[in-house]
């Protein structure tokens, strides 16, 4: 597919969100009505504002002229229809786990924070599915869930809320096996500009009957509707997990083996790459001692047997290229101290500078151009100087490049922001994308139309007829 | 979730499509554009012109003023544009074998003929992904694919075009292992309704940058443009296949087995449900000795020793619920034999009746509600005295209840859709879906609002924005 977009150059300017010193005149209005209607469960303390204008990332806070605490859709809407009313901009915020500034607030407005939308309102253990309310996180339905045999297995890494996770179409290292939300998300419940309430799909695992509006208010960040309820694909826990550790001389022996995995048909759960530089990192911010060498992670699902086979039949793979030091387990507390690297990795990689914050990156490319990307964006760091760890799920072909930064030093910064922009770029060209999984926000909308050209004049006409006020969470995914 | 809208009764009125004699006036001008542009690649020859404005169905045909046979991406895009300029609708046409009357002109314009986009435009066996013209049929494309040990595992039956399974969401039988056409179309290639191109996706396996257009226009039927290439994820040919077949007391003893065989996380490739009538239909057509009871038909994937196992762990589940003459087999010729009245059901159905005409519904409910949803179906047609042999895919949920009428007898036609329409109606009642795979067309647009509700006005929002004249497709999935 020729995509001539790619090769044009970039919009250079980043956005630089305002941080209003306190509730603007023109949002008094909107605070008193919904004062009215939410008693104290409306904010204006600095404290609460600044904690929901930021989020995880390294991007600047911008935070809302108020914070709204309602309890259930209809309180939703009704906030909704105030702001609308007065044209005030709308950001929803869920745990602030994100990592591209989705809920600055960049022209101010009422935050909704939905974490008092907390019902889990059924589970249907026959069908396979439930409904949450937004503001559930993954991790609690996944204690609620606990006794039935079943889970949730989108998995982040942060606790995030489910309406979060759908709003922002997030996977995270089991998507391999067990798909993102895109394919975990069966019907939502949603609050649009105006303050109609709109119910999506239904519980019939397929349909046919119109636009699939469940899939395109996945990953809308907030930006076409306010998500209030999703209702969710769950899965059986499996009989047995099995966890392999393996280093490579190189990272593409470990790519490689990775490829062949997938191709073999092995239905792996987890596969992750840490490169060398993040194993060192990994080594001194947990005291281990991992060979310092690129290294897989692997997690195998299903009957006592078939973790057993599938564990020996990647490790057969891994020492056909060269994979040293291989080893599995069973056992819950051997496989946690196989993995602990793997979960430590964010940190420890920050951690490699004191005061450093993470720039964090998130291609995904097709498999078979995977080691091509990262062999060409680690000779690209090694050029910059930057301190850049990386951690991919390579199962999908995504990985992420944190690059280690000094917020304050605007050199470094821009050197980072270039870097950035190369590995998009890179990526694009090799019919990847910017975002595998952490979404657009404020961060990457400038990188929106290298990628879709004209989808972007769609996306743009859709975002029209929904949002003619441009009130939804304005700047993020589309420029305002 | 409460769907007050589904008590809502429904508009009685069934669309009478015109069928125009000749080209009407107001094409002719549009005709003469394109034959400048396509010289003889334009018919508006009658019998052309009436065997595009029918597919397989039992609704009226409508044929479209001309057919147009364009050979790219580009050619459509003229045609498109040339429609635009002179305000003359468009129907796309892939092979005609759908079955909700999607093809007929109800308001006349032009066909766009897609079976001259027919080129595989790259396989990649590394990424399990290709790229194709929409008028590539999928057996076409499994026979393209047959050295590279992958195949396109979605079969809805007829040999349609892959433009225009994704055009309609389409699925079949296999389903429930790999999906529908929702899970197995990554991008795409669209002409828009001002002769605009888009892509859509990447091939990237996952991506969270922006709206998701892929899914957006997979389903939408033609209506917000022309699909004209697709990206689609490929599976391995599993290394060995076994089949079954086990006739049940009854159809809840069936679904049980259903339900407990999914349940236990055993990967059946297709499971599909015959109920009496239209076993005893298939012993009829094909001269066979099938029990005439209901009966389940099975397929399972994987390793040689996995499909053995997969088929003795079903055998167990069956014997539970009463299951008998319980047999599977791995021989291609044996497993021919064990499926042949599935294969044969259709027309089976339609021979019961001489000059028969099958009405097929196809709604789709939560597994959990599926034997309630059958036998009160199967007890409404007893009441009735209709002739209507059932079959379904029901590891998803998903049953077509063809009623065998006479296309000539009006009273039996009304009697017919009333029955149809309260099987809809206690699908939704159940939070089901009126259409789990055929697609709306217009044969079922009248029953859109009662299944999404304030979801049709989005729809329509976004029609508006996309196709603001109201040329693409008119009159399908939504009202003109």
Redesign the interface.
Known sequence: ?P?GEKERPMPAEVVQPTLSAGVRPEAEAVVADLRAALGDRISTAAAVRAQHGRDESYHAVAAPDAVAFPRSTEEVAAVVRACAAHRVPIVPFGTGTALEGGVAALGGGVCIDLSGLDRIVRV??????C?VEAGVTRKRLNEHLRDTGLFFPVDPGADASLGGMAA????GTN?VRYG?M??NVL?L?AV?ADG?????G????????????T??L???EGT?GVITEV?LRLH?IPEAVSAAVCAFPGIRAAVDTV?LT??S?IPVARIELLDEVQMAACNRFSKLDYPEAPTLFFEFHGSAAAVVEQAEQVGTIAAGYGGTAFQWATRPEERSRLWQARHDAYYAGIALRPDGRGMTT?V?????RLADCIDDTRADVAETGLLAPMVGHVG???FHLVIVVDPNDADELARAEALHERLVLR??AM??????????GYG?VR??EA?????????R??K???DPLGLMNPGK??RA
Chains 1, 2 share one sequence.
């Open positions: 597919m995509r249907s253990a026959e069908d396979l599915d409904t922002t179409r997030a996977s998507a993102t895109r394919e019907g419940t649009l109609r309430v709109v119910r999506t239904t519980r019939a695992r397929k349909s046919a009957a119109g636009y699939d509006l899939r395109l996945v990953g809308s076409l209702t059986g490829i997938i191709q048909g998130d995904c490319v097709p498999i078979s999908d072909g995504n990526a694009l019919d990847g994308t910017c975002t595998g999984e952490h979404g657009v990457k990188f929106l990628e879709h050209g004209e989808g972007v004049a769609v996306m006409a859709i029209q007829a929904l995914v589309l």
